[in-house]
């Protein structure tokens, strides 16, 4: 595994527990508005921290924390991912996986192993994902990753970055008359300032009206629908949770 970060503890990335979340380099998608961009070439020759690394302070870790959480970059785009789940799954912690659905084989390898939670990024509406992913990326992949998860026992979550131009109303029916009913689904603001794409940083985050009319609007299709990371009860007062490790 290229591992290039890792957040010691997070109390928001695995819902209910405390965690460690380990952030791999390399994807294969090149999402305009990504904020890990120091984390999606994989040809980058940086430091990184080792596989033998990780497991001694998850050791050291015991009993402190719950979960382990496999983030990126794409976690499933490693070649080594599925042996590195296995050994984690030997740790008696629980393992949760955020992908970009793109790799529904390895994902379900991952599921027959064990993993206890999935975190699944729409990107937008089916039909603008080849303009949003900048790979001219196809959204079977992702629909086929749902279904495994779905008639899964396995808890997961859908998860939306909010960019202005890729959340209307016509994107968000698109997406549930694609994937049905859902469970559980976040929306996350867009951070304009560290986005991949130069493009992408001159757009402007949501309102926090359109955030909550979005809310409203995924609500008819999702179980429990979240903001993640803004008060709704103080709109003035809102800051966006960290979720990138310093590396």
């Known amino acids: 595994m290229k591992i290039r970060g890792l957040q ?48 001694a302070f998850l050791s050291s870790r015991k009993g402190l924390v719950d979960a382990v959480v496999l983030s990126g970059g794409e976690p499933l785009f490693q070649k080594d991912v599925i042996e590195f789940i296995s050994l984690l799954k030997k740790s008696d ?5 955020d992908t970009n659905g793109f790799y529904p084989e390895k994902l379900k390898t991952a599921l027959d192993l064990g993993i206890d939670y999935v975190a699944l990024d729409i990107k937008t509406s089916p039909s603008k994902y080849p303009v949003i992913t900048g790979v001219n990326a ?6 086929e990753s749902f279904n495994l998860i779905k008639n899964s026992s396995v808890d997961y979550e859908l998860r939306m970055t909010c960019v202005d131009g890729f959340c209307s109303d016509e994107d968000l029916s698109e997406i549930e008359k694609t994937l049905g009913r859902v469970k559980r689904f976040y929306l996350q603001q867009f951070v ?56």
């Open 93 to 97: 912690l629980l393992v949760k996986i």
């Open 138 to 143: 196809d959204f079977d992949k992702v629909n």
């Open 8 to 55: 010691k503890t997070s109390l928001i990335d695995y819902p209910g527990k405390i965690s460690t979340v380990i952030f791999s380099s390399g994807c294969n998608l090149r999402c305009g508005f990504c904020h890990n961009s120091e984390l999606v070439n994989s040809t980058e020759e940086k430091r990184g921290i080792s596989e033998k690394d990780i497991f």
């Open 192 to 247: 304009s300032e560290s986005a991949l794409d130069p493009v992408f940083q001159n757009i402007a985050p949501l309102p926090f009206s359109r955030l909550l009319e979005i809310k409203k609007k995924i609500s008819d299709f999702s179980d429990d629908t979240v903001i993640r990371g803004i008060s709704e009860e103080i709109p003035a007062v809102r800051e966006m949770a960290s979720l990138s490790a310093n590396i």
